[in-house]
């Protein structure tokens, strides 16, 4: 029997992802409490992807950070009529299996994926495909983060960052908010990027849920995001090295087998 069967698990990701999440959890057993946090909105300067991608012979490979950013990508592509000649000669990079899944079915052949899905190993693995001395097209979330652009410029490599969507915090009703921190806490909760935390921590308030916390299992996707909940004063249960969805859930799993997430109090400043 699953370790999640009967434990209720709060998802905190997009909406069309939380779906995906939901049915896995439910799929193991687990009680599945829906409350997306994030939503993402077209950036600011819409137009700047197209651009670059009228462009994209100019550039020796192509990374995308996300599989929502591979979608947008594929979509302007498509749109400019580069597709074919994309598929057939463009060289890319993913940034974890979801986002080069995305990418192959939409046709791309050549898609490569780091052996480490952060930033630094993503940088590793760009250099090593001669990203210091060609240029790179970096397709990410308005508000990334900058390890990739900043180790390749300083390797002497030329790179273009683009966004293709940025990320916003959805506005949940007070009376939302208050059945699900004044009920019962669930016994797991799922953070998979920081900013689905950061948002779940302005949505509740930081001092009420780092306490609503306290009772709960917490588990981070990726080192990134542990960091910025460690920073906020919480210590992930356990923290999923991929954003695999069954390794995710496994890594559930093992942290509903521990005690709960530990916290400090708001006005801590992330230290004990």
């Known amino acids: 029997m699953s370790g999640l069967a009967g434990r209720r698990v709060l998802i905190t990701r997009d909406a069309e992802e939380a779906a995906r999440t939901a049915e896995a959890v439910a799929g193991r057993g687990g009680i599945p409490v829906v409350f997306p946090c994030i939503a993402f909105e077209a950036?600011?300067?819409?137009?700047?992807?197209?651009?670059?991608?009228?462009?994209?012979?100019?550039?020796?490979?192509?990374?995308?950070?996300?599989?929502?950013?591979?979608?947008?990508?594929?979509?302007?592509?498509?749109?400019?009529?580069?597709?074919?000649?994309?598929?057939?000669?463009?060289?890319?990079?993913?940034v974890g299996e979801a986002t080069a899944r995305v990418l192959r079915r939409g046709g791309l052949r050549d898609v490569r994926v780091p052996g480490q899905w952060q930033g630094e190993g993503l940088l590793e693995a760009?250099?090593?495909?001669?990203?210091?001395?060609?240029?790179?097209?970096?397709?990410?979330?308005?508000?990334?983060?900058?390890?990739?652009?900043?180790?390749?410029?300083?390797?002497?490599?030329?790179?273009d960052v683009v966004a293709a969507y940025r990320t916003v915090r959805v506005t949940h009703s007070e009376t939302a908010v208050e059945g699900?921190?004044?009920?019962?806490?669930?016994?797991?909760?799922?953070?998979?990027?920081?900013?689905?935390?950061?948002?779940?921590?302005?949505?509740?308030?930081?001092?009420?849920?780092?306490e609503w916390l306290g009772t709960v299992r917490v588990v981070a996707v990726g080192a990134v995001t542990a960091g910025a909940m460690e920073r906020a004063g919480v210590?992930?249960?356990?923290?999923?090295?991929?954003?695999?969805?069954?390794?995710?859930?496994?890594?559930?799993e093992e942290a509903l087998s521990r005690g709960p997430s530990a916290t400090m109090s708001a006005d801590s400043g992330g230290n004990p």
């Open 235 to 252: 210590v992930p249960s356990a923290v999923a090295v991929r954003p695999v969805l069954e390794q995710v859930l496994d890594a559930a």
């Open 126 to 159: 760009l250099l090593a495909d001669g990203a210091a001395r060609g240029r790179t097209l970096l397709v990410r979330a308005e508000e990334g983060r900058d390890v990739v652009p900043d180790g390749i410029r300083a390797a002497g490599g030329a790179v």
């Open 180 to 210: 699900l921190l004044a009920g019962t806490p669930p016994d797991l909760a799922l953070f998979f990027s920081p900013s689905a935390f950061d948002a779940f921590m302005a949505i509740g308030g930081a001092s009420r849920v780092l």
């Open 43 to 94: 950036p600011a300067d819409p137009e700047a992807l197209r651009r670059a991608v009228a462009r994209w012979r100019e550039y020796d490979r192509v990374v995308v950070t996300s599989p929502r950013g591979a979608r947008v990508l594929l979509e302007r592509l498509d749109r400019l009529g580069e597709w074919p000649e994309a598929a057939e000669r463009g060289r890319f990079f993913a």
